[in-house]
C-alpha cells in the first residue's frame, strides 16, 4: 500500500524568510508527486507536480519542490514566504495500485506566515 | 474557463436521511473523483469514475455511492446518514489517468452537516 507523511501539522515561519513544508512517501512503483494547496472553506489547488526528469520542480506563486528519491521524499519550498501564503499544504502520491492508478494525500500541514 | 462546480454548497439532514451532492467537473475532463474531508482526518478518497464507469472505490461502506452521467458530471449518494458522515465533500476532475500522472482540479465542496 503506499502512503504519503507530512510529519508537521504546522509551520509558522515569518514573512521573508524561507520556508520548508515536509513530505516522504511510500510506494512499490515509480512515484507521481503532487503539491496542493487550500485556502480557509476553499477547494485544493493544484501547485506542482513531478512526474519524472529534473528533480527539481517549479510551480505556481513562486513555490519549488525537490524530488529526492533516495530519501523518498518531495519537500516545498519557497525562498520568501508572503503572509498570503498561510493555508493548509498536502502532499500527494500517485501510482498503481489494485489495477489502477489512485492517489493518496497526506493529512497537510498548515502553513502560518507571521508578519 | 469554468473550473469544477459543486451543489449544494450546503446541505443539512438528520440522521437516517440521504444525501445527493452533484459535481460538474471542467470542459474536457472525464475522470470525477470524490472525496471526503473530516476534521483532522485529511482527505479520504472515496469514489472515481471515468467515462461513465467506476474505476476504484476507497475504503467506505456501500451506503456511499455514485455515478456519473454521459455529460461527465458525477452524483455522489449517501444513504442512511450517520453523525460521522458530516464533513466537506470534495469533488476533482482530471483529464483520463490512463497514465496517473494527470493532476486534478477541484471544486470548492459541499459541506454535509448530519443532526
Known amino acids: 500500500a503506499q502512503s504519503v507523511a507530512q510529519p508537521e501539522d504546522q509551520v509558522n515561519v515569518a514573512e521573508g524568510n524561507p520556508l520548508t513544508v515536509k513530505c516522504t512517501y511510500s510506494?512499490?512503483?515509480?512515484?507521481?508527486l503532487f503539491w496542493y494547496v487550500q485556502y480557509p472553506n476553499r477547494g485544493l489547488q493544484f501547485l506542482l507536480k513531478y512526474i519524472t526528469g529534473d528533480n527539481l520542480v517549479k510551480g505556481s506563486y513562486g513555490f519549488e519542490a525537490e524530488f529526492n528519491k533516495s530519501q523518498t521524499s518531495f519537500h516545498l519550498k519557497k525562498p520568501s514566504a508572503l503572509v498570503s501564503d498561510s493555508a493548509l499544504y498536502f502532499c500527494?502520491?500517485?501510482?498503481?495500485?489494485?489495477?489502477?492508478?489512485?492517489?493518496?494525500f497526506g493529512k497537510g500541514t498548515k502553513l502560518s506566515v507571521i508578519p | 474557463e469554468a473550473g469544477v462546480t459543486q451543489s449544494p454548497t450546503h446541505l443539512i439532514k438528520t440522521r437516517g436521511q440521504q444525501a445527493t451532492l452533484r459535481c460538474s467537473p471542467i470542459s474536457g475532463h472525464t475522470s470525477v473523483y470524490w472525496y471526503q474531508q473530516a476534521l483532522g482526518l485529511g482527505l479520504q478518497f472515496l469514489l472515481w469514475y471515468d467515462e461513465g464507469e467506476e474505476r476504484n472505490r476507497g475504503n467506505f461502506p456501500p451506503r456511499f455511492s455514485g455515478r456519473q452521467f454521459p455529460n461527465y458530471s458525477s452524483e455522489l449518494n449517501v444513504n442512511a446518514l450517520e453523525l460521522e458522515d458530516s464533513a466537506l465533500y470534495l469533488c476533482?476532475?482530471?483529464?483520463?489517468?490512463?497514465?496517473?500522472?494527470?493532476?486534478?482540479?477541484f471544486g470548492p465542496g459541499t459541506r454535509l452537516t448530519v443532526l
Open positions: 476533482a476532475s482530471s483529464y483520463n489517468q490512463l497514465t496517473g500522472s494527470n493532476e486534478q482540479f
Open positions: 500527494a502520491v500517485s501510482s498503481w495500485v489494485a489495477g489502477s492508478y489512485q492517489l493518496t
Open positions: 510506494v512499490s512503483g515509480n512515484p507521481y
